[in-house]
Each structure stands twice: as structure tokens, then as C-alpha cells.
């Protein structure tokens, strides 16, 4: 299984961005997914995941509101859609899968990205 994220850069607080993370290697039906993060000096933290079928997401409290997770099984793409975005938010982002289900535990999940730099800019 490979996942690659795209879609990071610089952005102004207030922005939006959107990430994509491709996923192949097996059927993308089989996997929850799901986006963590890590700033500077930070443990990883979990941001948002999403079921199998789409039915079930689940968010960390700081980003509910303003962040999105959704998936095309069509496409095996997963987005992470980020809205009113603030420097806090500025991190590496990391796309991953989950054999299992929609958890906010890393331990969780099976494949990992490589990351895509977010920087918001005060």
C-alpha cells in the first residue's frame, strides 16, 4: 500500500487549503482513513478520519467546525478540506490507513504517508 498527500504551502490565517492523499496497493474500500499532524518540537497528533463507506467521521475538538474529511472510493482519494485556518494549525500533515476502522489512536493504523508541510502565516 502507498499513500501520497499533496496540496500544502503557505497560507494567511483565514485561508483555505485542501489536501489529497492517493492511496493504492489494495482495495481503498478496505480502509478507513484518516489525517494526523505534527508541529514543530510536538508529538503527532490526530486531526480527522473517516469510515470505510464514508457514513462515519470523527474530528479532533480544535478542528471541528472548520476542517472536512471526505473520500471518492471511486478515485481512492481521501481530501481534508481546512477552512478558517490559524497558525496553530501549521504542521506537517500525514494521510494514513486503518484495516480496522475510523480511530484517532496512530497505533491504529496500518500505512502512513510521508507528509505535506501547512504553514499559516499570522
Known amino acids: 500500500v502507498q499513500l501520497v498527500e499533496s496540496g500544502g504551502g503557505l497560507v494567511q490565517a483565514g485561508a483555505s487549503r485542501r489536501l489529497s492523499c492517493v492511496f493504492s496497493?489494495?482495495?481503498?474500500?478496505?480502509?478507513?482513513m484518516a489525517w494526523f499532524r505534527q508541529a514543530p518540537g510536538k508529538e503527532r497528533e490526530f486531526v480527522a478520519a473517516i469510515s470505510q463507506n464514508g457514513g462515519n467521521t470523527v474530528y479532533r475538538d480544535s478542528v471541528k467546525g472548520r476542517f472536512i474529511i471526505s473520500r471518492d472510493n471511486e478515485k481512492t482519494l481521501a481530501y481534508l478540506q481546512m477552512n478558517s485556518l490559524n497558525p496553530e494549525d501549521t504542521a506537517v500533515y500525514y494521510c494514513a490507513a486503518s484495516i480496522y476502522g475510523p480511530t484517532m489512536s496512530s497505533g491504529g493504523y496500518d500505512y502512513w504517508g510521508q507528509g505535506t508541510q501547512v504553514t499559516v502565516s499570522s
Open positions: 496497493g489494495d482495495p481503498f474500500t478496505w480502509y478507513a
